[in-house]
């Protein structure tokens, strides 16, 4: 099975681990951690990544911001990326589309809903019971 590398980029120790959590449940898949959006930049310019799952707001460069630099760089720009976040306004999620966000999720997440994005995204199968 090829090994895909998800991104969780989450200024928020607990939501970072929660994303955490859930896509480690996927097989084939290593989960890589960054505090902020400089973070990320830094990963997504060493690693090979299949997907990122990144926060909106947070501080230094938010998610937005992020959005737009991978978009603009040749080497990542085809990367899926998910926000993941409390605004659940519909001009949001529509501006972080028009950006480049591939999908968006609203916080309070549920684990389900993370994996199944992550597998449909990848084109894996999840099979992974929620009891």
Do not use: H, Y
């Given at each position: 099975?090829?090994?895909h ?15 955490v ?13 960054a ?11 060493n690693e ?8 909106v ?21 085809e ?22 966000a591939?999908?968006y ?10 994996v199944?994005t ?13 009891n």
């Open positions: 099975m090829a090994e590398k998800i991104l969780v980029v989450e200024d928020s120790s607990i939501m970072r681990q929660l994303l959590m859930a896509l480690r449940r996927i097989s084939g898949v290593t989960v890589l951690e505090s902020d959006g400089l973070e990320a930049l830094k990963t997504i310019a090979d990544l299949s997907l990122v799952f990144s926060d707001n947070m501080p230094g460069m938010d998610g937005l911001k992020l959005v737009r630099m991978i978009r603009s760089d040749k080497r990542a720009c990367i899926p990326i998910v926000m993941v976040t409390t605004e659940g306004a519909k001009e949001d999620r529509d501006r972080a589309l028009a950006l480049g591939t999908a999720i609203t916080k309070p997440v549920q684990g389900a809903e993370v199944d992550a597998c449909r995204l990848l084109e894996l199968s999840a099979g992974i019971p929620w």
